[in-house]
């Protein structure tokens, strides 16, 4: 059976207390079960038995010796030439071709490559021929300390409802650690709360935040905290990352609305119609969107006035209902609630109670027209009287508070007057038989205001006296024959159609 024997020599400075001893790459049977008592990492591949080196990442020393092949057939005369072949060698690592010592010259790096796999060869240099077939091993870069934790998900915002119990869960925050995980603590991560107490927490292993304390977004609606994650299970010297959290308070309705001003005063015309709007009132709800649209109402269902909700500003408009007149009733005294339009079942304890406010109208008066007692007035009188006989006398007051004086006219009559009094007298006598009805137009007008007038109509009827005698309506020339007989109606005579009595 042919043989040959590779020794590895790893120096104390690879920080493993035992120095390694010399493997024999034996020939054997696949079928052969191999042990070694002291390496677990002896392998059977191609009847050889071959091995594993180690090197730490990121050393800066120059030619770092990682151990040393040597064939057991190698009797030290210089004859045998070591060749080192496969990915990284004569660029990453270098073999002492008469030694068979195996160097690093290049800083490694774990996290970019972990494992480099390559060939040995010894060769006869007397005959060029090589002493055994080739035999594989590997290289494995050793991790160490030297990646600090990186969150993957920056930048990090979360949402949650103002007032939400303790403990209620905000968002999860998740680092990476590109070290070794199997290696010692390297990427064995704990997270902690740099900025954000008394108000949140996190689970130092699951990265996951949650609130420690009730919140009014009304006092702070949004809060910044910052969450560290370190290595090493946070024990000293372990390295670490830090990553922001923009935590919102969402609104929910906790606030009822309320008046600032207990007490309005507004203003309307009398001669305002049904409809117009008299004034605005306004209540102020510290919550936002939704939870601060409102309803406002009136106590007592008002028959004269209403509010409706501006829907965009969320003003109460007051509007009149009914029609009002300063000279019956000149102020209002009317109470307004106002109450959120959604209330969850859970948040009617913050509404138990609306709050009111207390609205004065005061009615301003308008200069109105006269008004006459009467729709129309019907009058009688005699046909014959002198000029200046009484017909009538009609009435206007000014509805106003002043109460102006008033000054009639007759339009456009040439046989009646009227007094400042509102007397009506003839001013031409009156016949029956030529008019026997007369309708006038009566007209009142402020003294005070000239452009305050009304108008009402008057009707006038003549009554008939005997100052007619009877009249034939025509000449009669009657003939009556000689032999007539007793009865006979020679003729018949009419009385005048322009005699006012029988």
């Not at 949650?160 to 290696?183: C, F, H, R």
């Not at 009639?408 to 031409?428: A, E, L, P, W």
Request: hydrophobic fraction near 35%; glycine fraction near 6%; proline fraction near 5%.
């Amino acid at each position: 059976m042919s043989r040959m024997d590779y020794c590895l020599l790893l120096p104390f400075t690879l920080g493993i207390s035992l120095l390694w001893p010399c493997f024999m790459a034996t020939e054997i049977s696949q079928t052969e079960e191999v042990k070694h008592p002291v390496d677990s990492h002896l392998r059977v591949k191609r009847g050889w038995m071959w091995n594993q080196f180690f090197v730490p990442e990121e050393m800066n020393k120059t030619n770092y010796h990682i151990g040393q092949l040597r064939s057991d057939l190698d009797n030290g005369n210089n004859s045998f030439q070591y060749k080192l072949l496969g990915a990284g060698a004569g660029s990453i690592f270098v073999i002492d071709e008469r030694t068979g010592d195996i160097f690093a010259v290049q800083k490694l790096d774990r996290e970019e490559r972990s494992l480099y796999t390559l060939r040995a060869q010894v060769i006869d240099s007397t005959t060029g021929r090589a002493v055994e077939p080739e035999s594989e091993f590997v290289i494995r870069v050793s991790d160490i300390n030297d990646n600090e934790p990186k969150f993957l998900d920056e930048p990090y915002e979360a949402i949650v409802p103002e007032m939400s119990p303790e403990g209620t869960l905000v968002i999860q925050v998740t680092a990476n650690d590109a070290d070794d995980p199997s290696s010692g603590n390297n990427a064995r991560l704990l997270y902690s709360l740099l900025q954000g107490q008394p108000y949140f927490s996190i689970e130092p292993t699951t990265g996951i935040i949650r609130t420690s304390s009730k919140m009014d977004r009304e006092l702070q609606d949004e809060y910044w905290v910052i969450i560290q994650a370190k290595d090493m299970l946070g024990q000293p010297g372990g390295l670490s990352g830090t990553t922001s959290v923009l935590i919102k308070l969402s609104d929910v309705n906790d606030n009822k609305p309320i008046f600032k001003e207990s007490f309005y005063r507004l203003t309307v015309s009398e001669a305002a119609p049904t409809g117009t709007s008299i004034g605005k009132i306004m209540a102020y709800d510290n919550d936002i969107g939704e939870n601060a649209e409102m309803d406002y109402s009136i106590e007592d269902d008002s028959q004269t006035f209403d509010i409706i909700t501006n829907n965009e500003t969320q003003e109460g408009i007051v509007i009149l209902k009914k029609k009002v007149d300063f000279e019956h009733q000149n102020d209002y005294r009317i109470r307004a609630n106002v109450k959120n339009r959604h209330v969850d079942k859970q948040l009617l304890k913050y509404h138990e109670e609306a709050s009111s406010t207390l609205i004065k109208v005061q009615v301003e008066d308008e200069d109105e027209p006269p008004v006459f007692l009467l729709p129309y007035y019907l009058f009688e009188v005699f046909e014959g009287g002198p000029q200046g006989s009484f017909v009538g006398t009609v009435s206007a007051t000014d509805p106003d508070q002043r109460n102006s004086p008033i000054r009639y006219s007759i339009t456009r009559s040439k046989m009646f007057s009227i007094d400042d009094n509102g007397t009506i007298i003839t001013t031409n006598a009156l016949d029956r038989e030529i008019n026997a009805w007369y309708n006038l137009s009566i007209t009142a007008t402020e003294k005070y205001n000239v452009q305050q007038i009304s108008a009402v109509p008057v009707y006038v009827q003549v009554l008939n006296i005997n100052d007619h005698a009877p009249e034939f309506s025509e000449y009669y020339d009657t003939y009556v024959c000689e032999n007539a007989d007793p009865g006979q109606i020679p003729q018949t005579f009419e009385k005048s159609a322009n005699t006012g009595n029988s």
